[in-house]
Structures are given as structure tokens and as C-alpha cells.
């Protein structure tokens, strides 16, 4: 609460409220002195150096508070796998260790000791979801207990790699800093918002020492702030911490600054490992087909894919929010082929026409396109990852989702409380359809490998509609079939009257739909 970075954002936050308001007071009150000591940095004068002299105050202050109570334990590892042995220690001759190994506080509210509290002396293993929460104790003193450190040893750490590291946003080209950023931040300006964001795309706490930029912009993560991301957890690093934070505010997971400047113009951008594998490397751009609003006109660089391969303009678009997202992207949820953060109908037609398709080429790794299941290719067994995670939504980690999503979301919902989840295989049939174009139209020899043949239709059988009518590739007799429109799905079957017009199956087909 009280360190450096919590104390200067928190003055900040509260200059930039009433910034506007002390230029009216100034002006209505031209001799009035303004309160700047000997706590303000050096060359800034007026309303900066006030508040400048304000967070160089209370940091004092703050360091004269940590010098009455017991220094902060170190954990050595900090976090780690299970089996770590860990280490305690305390840079205050006299000072006791107290620790617990359950989550809980090793004070108790009253300030005592807390009954599972265990006083350290030797070095420890941590067995398997293990949270180590350590206090320093200095009897005597007016403030015993220090602050807690803790440490997580819950969770296997596997090094940063091309497979479990992705980019996500990319803000090359921010707005112009408006007034009240400038007062914030003099100095500053439309470079000093820059961002870039990766995630941890598995299921495992991604280890980034070692992980480091090697073109475009330099910046080293076992020096930065962020040594490790939990499944699922974003970083960024920015040109500026400072103006960053007067834009989106302090609090989001910042690994530190940079060196370099992203170009306005596009460039290379590569990132390596430990093991000086490359993780990433490809090139951004400002034209041939990249977003143009990315460019200066206030959006950032959104990935649509991030398993697909980055160097293709077609898998990014522009963010919805003016200067995008930092920090709020969540893991792709699964059955969303669209990559529009809804499971819907829509995501049916993704799978369909990506049918049969392999994971490869430069950059992409397994679960890209429609591989639902992330076995490298996309069959039958994504369709069930579709089915069972129909009308699921994902919305970022800060904000809501816009209301066309969230109205998408409530319109293909299943009517029941919740799909019945199931791993349970699904039979191909493949119907045709005289709608179904040559462009999109699935691979009969793609869809023969996978088909299980059955005679009829039934309720857990996927019905593909392809290019030609009046065909089955099950082994059954030709018929005529259901609704003929393009990569639909009939399942189930039931109710659907044959030989009828299109437009009347079309709406037995929706309402059959909806009853799923």
C-alpha cells in the first residue's frame, strides 16, 4: 500500500482530478504561494514541482515507517515447483521468523502469534500447492511484526517458450498525450504510451528469466519486476511506467520500461528464451492490410489468434477501447474458432470450413484455427469442444464486453440453465448442400477419415452440408435432406420435415436449434 509506486500513483491520481480546477484557482488567485520544498526533483518548478514535492514527501516518510518495524523476510526461491526447498531470512540481527504453510497469516488478528504459526530455523521442502506467508518479529520494538512476504510453490514452472508465450497487444502508434497527462507527465508524448502485451497461454506458471527482446525494442525480464505468469496471465512492458500509469491507471501487471521506441512505420520484433530459442519473431506494419486505426488514430493491435501466426496482418484487428486493453487479455476460450470471445452458431461455420485443416507454418502452434482440442488438426473432435461450450463467453479480466457481444451471447445461449458438458464422440454424416460454395466447401476425402457411418441422422450425429446436393458419404442410400443452407448444422434432427420449402425449413431448423 505504502511503496513507492502505490505512493506516486495515488498522488498522481488525485493531482489529475483537481488539475483543472487550480488553473482557475491560480488565476483567480495569482499570488498565492504554492507549497514546493525540498522533496521536489530537481528543474521542476510550479504545479509539478508541487506535486512532485507531495510523493517525494510521503516516500520519506513511508522509508522512516519501514525503519521503525522489523525489515520484510526474503524467500529464497521466491516461487517455485513442489519438492523446492526454501530458504528464509531477515536483515535484522535479534529479528524471529514466523511462517505458516496453510495461506494464513503468522500473526493473528489481535496481534499475537497465530496458532499454526511455525518459528523458522532451518531451510524447508514445500510439498504440492503450498503457499508460504513469512512475517519478521523484533521483540520489544513499538511495531513487532513486519510486513508478510509471500511465496507460491503450488504449481510446476516451466521455462517461456514459443508454445506457451504469445503476444496479444501491441499499442505502436498511441494518441497524442491529452492536457491532463501532460500535467502529469511533462515532457511527454505520443511515443511515451507505447505497450506491448504477452500471455501465458497454457496451463502451466511460464518461468521468464531469461526471456529477453533482441530486435525492435531491448528489455530483459530477469531484470524487470514480473519473473513469472500464471496460466492465463498477461505482462506488459512500456516506454514510459509513468505515463502509462497516468493513462490506464497503476495496479496492471507492468514488467518495466524498455529501451527503444516501437516505429511508427512497422519493424521486426523478436523475442528469445533462456535457452536463446526464438519464442517470437515477426514483423508488424503500418499499410499493406495491417489496421489502419492502430496507427495513430487512437486504437491499438488486437491478435485475433493466438496460436496463429503473428507476421499475418489478417489475424490482428483494431481494439474497441480508445488506446486498447494492457493487461486484460484472458486465454481463448475453448469452441471460439471466431476468436470473437462468444461461442456461438458462428464458431460452427469456422470449424466447418477449417475442417480437415493441419496446424503449421511459421508461428502457429497447436489449438490455432478450429484445433478446438489442440491436437494439430482440426476434425470431428473440435465439434464436440464446440458443442459442449455453446453459448460460453470470455470477457477480459477489466472490463465488460461490448453490448453486441453480450447481446450475442444471451441470443444463442441454450434455453436450458447449462450444456451438459461431454467428451463423448460424435458420428459424422455429411449432407450437401446446393448453397454450400466451392470456396468453403469441406473435403469429402477429409471427412471420409473421420466419418462413422450410420444410416440415418440421429440427435448425436453432426450433419455437414456440403457442395453437392443429394449426396451421402456414410455409405447410405442418397435422400433429400434438411434446411439447404451452407455449414449449418441439423443436429438434432427430429422435427425436420423433408421436401418442404427452404424458407420454412430454415425456421424449423432454427427453432430446433434452440432447443438445444
Not at 147 to 168: E, F, H, K, S
Not at 370 to 389: L, P, Y
Not at 447 to 468: C, F, H, K, R
Request: charge should be negative.
Amino acid at each position: 500500500m505504502l511503496s513507492d509506486a502505490n505512493i506516486e500513483a495515488t498522488v498522481l491520481a488525485h493531482a489529475s482530478i483537481i488539475n483543472e480546477a487550480r488553473i482557475r484557482n491560480s488565476e483567480r488567485w495569482p499570488n498565492l504561494k504554492l507549497n514546493v520544498g525540498a522533496f521536489s526533483e530537481e528543474g521542476l518548478t510550479g504545479w509539478e514541482a508541487q506535486v512532485s514535492h507531495m510523493i517525494g514527501w510521503l516516500r520519506e516518510h513511508a522509508a522512516w515507517m519501514d525503519e521503525q518495524m522489523a525489515p520484510v523476510p526474503s524467500l529464497s526461491p521466491p516461487n517455485g515447483d513442489a519438492g523446492t526447498e526454501v530458504t528464509l531470512s531477515v536483515d535484522r540481527p535479534g529479528a524471529t521468523i514466523y511462517y505458516t504453510l496453510d495461506g494464513s497469516d503468522p500473526r493473528a488478528a489481535d496481534g499475537g502469534y497465530s496458532p499454526t504459526a511455525l518459528v523458522y530455523s532451518d531451510p524447508f521442502l514445500v510439498g504440492e500447492n503450498v503457499t508460504v506467508n513469512a512475517r519478521a518479529v523484533e521483540p520489544g520494538s513499538d511495531f513487532p511484526w513486519s510486513a508478510m512476504a509471500t511465496g507460491q510453490y503450488a504449481t510446476i514452472v516451466v521455462p517461456a517458450d514459443a508454445g506457451n508465450l504469445r503476444v496479444t497487444e501491441i499499442n505502436y502508434h498511441p494518441d497524442d498525450p491529452t492536457q491532463e497527462e501532460l500535467a502529469l507527465v511533462p515532457g511527454a508524448d505520443d511515443n511515451s504510451f507505447e505497450f506491448f502485451e504477452l500471455l501465458n497461454t497454457s496451463n502451466q506458471t511460464v518461468d521468464l528469466t531469461g526471456v529477453r527482446f533482441t530486435d525492435g525494442i531491448e528489455f530483459d525480464f530477469s531484470t524487470g519486476a514480473v519473473g513469472v505468469l500464471a496460466p492465463g496471465e498477461a505482462v506488459v512492458v512500456v516506454e514510459n511506467h509513468l505515463a502509462f500509469n497516468a493513462r490506464y491507471g497503476a495496479g496492471r501487471n507492468v514488467a518495466g520500461e524498455y529501451s527503444g521506441r516501437l516505429s511508427n512505420s512497422g519493424e521486426e520484433i523478436a523475442i528469445v528464451g533462456a535457452d536463446d530459442s526464438v519464442i517470437l519473431s515477426f514483423e508488424y506494419d503500418d499499410s499493406n492490410s495491417w489496421p489502419d486505426d492502430a496507427d495513430g488514430d487512437g486504437a491499438a493491435l488486437q491478435v485475433i489468434d493466438y496460436f496463429a501466426n503473428p507476421a499475418d496482418p489478417n489475424n490482428w484487428r483494431e481494439s474497441d477501447l480508445t488506446g486498447g486493453t494492457p493487461g486484460a487479455a484472458t486465454l481463448l476460450i475453448d469452441g471460439d474458432y471466431d476468436r470473437d470471445g462468444v461461442v456461438t452458431r458462428d464458431d460452427y461455420d469456422a470449424w466447418i470450413q477449417r475442417f480437415g485443416e493441419t496446424v503449421d507454418g511459421p508461428g502457429a502452434v497447436p489449438g490455432a484455427g478450429a484445433d478446438g482440442n489442440r491436437n494439430g488438426v482440426a476434425d470431428a473432435a473440435d465439434f464436440t469442444v464446440w458443442r459442449d461450450h455453446l453459448g460460453d463467453v470470455a470477457p477480459p479480466l477489466d472490463y465488460q464486453p461490448p453490448p453486441a457481444v453480450a447481446a450475442v451471447a444471451a441470443a444463442t445461449a441454450p434455453a436450458s440453465a447449462a450444456v451438459e458438458r461431454s467428451a463423448d464422440p460424435v458420428s459424422v454424416a455429411h449432407y450437401t448442400s446446393v448453397a454450400h460454395t466451392a470456396s468453403n466447401a469441406v473435403s469429402e476425402a477429409a471427412i471420409e477419415d473421420v466419418i462413422s457411418a450410420a444410416p440415418t441422422a440421429s440427435s448425436n450425429e453432426l450433419l455437414l452440408l456440403g457442395d453437392q446436393p443429394n449426396r451421402r458419404l456414410d455409405g447410405g442410400d442418397e435422400k433429400e435432406h434438411g434446411p439447404t443452407r451452407s455449414s449449418r448444422t441439423a443436429w438434432p434432427q427430429e422435427g425436420l420435415e423433408e421436401n418442404r420449402p427452404d424458407s420454412t425449413l430454415a425456421e424449423e431448423w432454427d427453432e430446433a436449434f434452440a432447443s438445444l
